[in-house]
């Protein structure tokens, strides 16, 4: 079976300062791991995925995230936050190999302060 | 870059009635889900179609809701008969494969508010 846990609902940081969002899965595969960002009114923007090739995977804005298998842990970050960050982060996980799954996070809303 | 487009952006009904949420794939993705959002609550797949055809689905998705590829470039979602509960956020996707290590493209989601 498997889920995925985003740790924290809230996350607030102020500008220029380091942002974890943190992401626990559990799968009975290999998974394929990815984050999302959802600003307000809109869609769902792939940040990146980590696909087993390599362990720690760049993003788009400044963004990474490190798969750890020991510790079952995908958590997103960035060294230094910008107001623009401000958004709803979705940790999702997903197999399509017997059977199609995509499971999302709960998400965690991320608020920047000046 | 290509995006997939969903219409309307927001769509009000009364409830018993049948509404359609209407989506643009990117061209030349092969595969189509759809997925919903209560508010406040966890994004939730509902199905995923692949050559005219449901390919997986969700528990969610009963006999009000179907799917339909009625042309080379729409890919539509009918609820019919709708409920208070069929309020939300109605975000279509769509890929290029269906090996897990392949993204999802979202649409910036249909809010769908049943009065």
């Known amino acids: 079976a498997q889920s995925v846990t985003q740790l924290d609902s809230h996350v607030s940081v102020s500008e220029g300062t380091p942002v974890l969002l943190r992401c626990n899965y559990s799968?009975?595969?290999?998974?394929?791991l990815f984050w999302y960002v959802q600003h307000p009114n809109k869609g769902l923007q792939l940040l990146l995925k980590y696909t087993s090739a390599a362990t720690l995977v760049k993003g788009i804005n400044g963004f990474e995230a490190e798969f750890k298998k020991s510790e079952t842990s995908f958590h997103l970050t960035k060294p230094s936050a910008h107001m623009s960050d401000a958004a709803e982060y979705f940790c999702v996980v997903s197999k399509h190999t017997g059977g199609f799954k995509t499971i999302f996070g709960a998400g965690t809303r991320l608020f920047v302060k000046a | 870059e290509p995006e997939v487009t969903q219409t309307p952006s927001h769509q009000v009904t009364q409830m018993g009635q049948e509404v359609i949420l209407r989506c643009v794939p990117i061209?030349?993705?092969?595969?189509f889900y759809w997925y919903r959002q209560i508010l406040g609550q966890k994004v939730e797949f509902l199905v995923s179609?692949?050559?005219?055809?449901?390919?997986?689905k969700s528990e969610i998705f009963d006999d009000q809701f179907s799917v339909e590829r009625p042309d080379g470039s729409n890919f539509t979602l009918k609820i019919r008969s709708t409920k208070l509960e069929d309020s939300a956020m109605y975000f279509c996707a769509s890929s290029e494969t269906d090996r897990s290590n392949q993204p999802q493209h979202f649409g910036d989601g249909t809010r769908l508010s049943i009065l």
């Open positions: 179609f692949y050559n005219n055809e449901i390919s997986e």
């Open positions: 061209s030349n993705h092969l595969y």
């Open positions: 799968s009975s595969y290999s998974p394929s």
